[in-house]
Structure formats: structure tokens, C-alpha cells
């Protein structure tokens, strides 16, 4: 029972994310809603992988601590010719694959996104020359600015971008790059494609990379238009197209939306609204634990404190 009511909470919330995430009201709430989907992704990881552990390992034997558990886990192996000894071992086996195939997907995420920085960076720096305010000026025909994420992280320039841009514009796209730099965003959307990656079936794992990509940008703006105001945000966004690099974060990057974005700005959340949010996050994070700790409960006092004994 238990097993299955942590499935139905999974697939709810891999049901309902998508549509619930995706409305007008998430861009005037970009953090939050960032972090209602690292929530919800969470929630559904933690849901499956207890309910796989469950099948095998019910709640009755956490009453008995660890000896109860690897008594349970023999106990389904011993039984494999048996129908829950055979479905017990299925989901062991399903749960350390999908554990295997989730921390398999991170590192080569990262690692493959921290290499193919480095190997860019180590290209751009023969044709490259070192400003004095910090940023790496790249001399080229395209007007880009992007940063790579690191220790430390880069703020690439090409020359064009300076002919492009006004000094207030390349204030505002510099202060844009340093925002991401400064919030980590890069570790936010590598997050979100590390688990596309591990379940590139999932609709709610698509949506959810595509998404913290967009929110990130809105982030950023929001930081560089507290400074040089919204205009000249959209206008860079304007002028340097979409000349981004695959795992850089751009000024540029999703234009059309972020110019309508800054130009007519969504209305200031009230404070409910983030208390919703708030409260929508901890539910995510708080749901598969309090039926865990609640089953495992229930087993421990039905063992300890049987019913009708004196």
C-alpha cells in the first residue's frame, strides 16, 4: 500500500508539473518557480525510488532496524521462485538501476559540460586579450556576449558587441553575465538536464530543462534592469541576436519572449503569491518523506504496541 501510494504521488506530480508550471504568472516568479521544479523533479526521484524499496523491504521491517531490513532483502532473494519474492527482487533491481542511471547522467552532465568549457576557453585565449575590468575580449565579426562558469568564471566580449552596443546596453548585458555567474545558474540547468538525460521518455523532465533555461534568463534581466533600467536590457537582447554558445549562458539567449518580457513587465507578485509558491516547495520536498515516516510509523507501533495487548 505504501509502495503504491508513493507511485500515485509521482505520477501526479509528473502529471501535473507541466501544465501547472508553464503559465504567464512564472515570469514574475522566476526563482520560485525554479525552485518548484527542482522541487517537483525531486519529489518524483525520491517517490519511485522509495516505492521500489518498499516493495521489498515493507515498513513492518524498519521496526526491527537494519537486521529487519537485510532480513527482509534475503528473505525476497530466498523467495525469487515466489510471486513477491520475484516482484520484491524486480523492483530492487529496477530501483538500483534507476539510482545507477540517475548518478551516471549527473557526472557525465557535468563533466561533459565543464570540459567542453575548458576546451572553448583554452581555443579563445590565442585570440583573446584580458580587460581591466575582468571580461575576455575575443576579437570577431559576430557582436556575442556569454560567460563560462568556473573558478573562475569568464565574461567573453567579442569585439563586434562593442560596435554594437551603447556603453549603458553593455553595462546592462555585462551585469546580466555576472548575475549568472554570481547565482550559479549554470548548476540550476545542469541539474534539470542531467535528469532529462536519465529520463529522456518523461515529459515532465523535457519541460522542466526547457523551462529553468528560460527562468534563469528572466533572473538575470531582472538584475541587470535593476541597474540600467529595462530598455536598455531589451535593446542588447536586440542587438546581439542569439549567438550563444551550447553550454554558456547568454545575453541573447531566448530573445523574443525576454524583449517582450522587459518591455511590458508582468505585474509585481503579492506577497501571497509567494507564500503559494513557498508552500507549493515544501509540500513537493515534505510529501514522499511524510508518508515514508508515516507507513514506517504505523509498522513500528503495530510491532512494539500491538493491538489489544496489555
Known sequence: MTSLVLLAWATA????????????????LPRLTVGL?????????????????FVAVPPAALAAGLDGIVTA?????????????????TALLATAILVARLLVSFVRTFLSARRWRRRHLAALL??????????TIVD???????????????????????????????AAVLR??????????????ALAAAFHRALPGLPMAEIAEREIRRLVEHLADDRASEHHGRQAVATAIVRLA???????????????????RMLAPPARPRIRHRLVAATAIALLLAGPAAVTVASAGVAVQSVTCPIGSP
Open 242 to 260: 542569439d549567438r550563444t554558445p551550447r553550454h554558456a549562458l547568454g545575453a541573447a539567449t531566448g530573445a523574443v519572449e525576454r524583449v517582450r
Open 126 to 135: 590565442p585570440l583573446s586579450r584580458q580587460d581591466a575590468d575582468g571580461w
Open 73 to 89: 532483502c534475503l528473505r525476497a532473494l530466498a523467495g525469487m521462485g515466489a510471486l513477491h519474492g520475484a516482484l520484491a527482487v
Open 176 to 189: 546580466h553575465e555576472r548575475a549568472h555567474l554570481r547565482g550559479r545558474h549554470h548548476l540550476l540547468v
Open 13 to 28: 506530480v509528473a502529471l501535473l508539473a507541466p501544465s501547472a508550471l508553464t503559465g504567464r504568472w512564472t515570469t514574475s
Open 37 to 53: 521544479w527542482l522541487g517537483a523533479e525531486l519529489s518524483v526521484t525520491v517517490a519511485v525510488l522509495a516505492a521500489g524499496l
Open 140 to 170: 570577431h565579426t559576430d557582436a556575442a556576449v556569454y560567460c563560462l562558469p568556473g573558478r573562475p568564471g569568464k565574461v567573453i566580449v567579442t569585439s563586434a558587441a562593442f560596435d554594437a552596443l551603447t556603453a549603458d546596453e553593455f
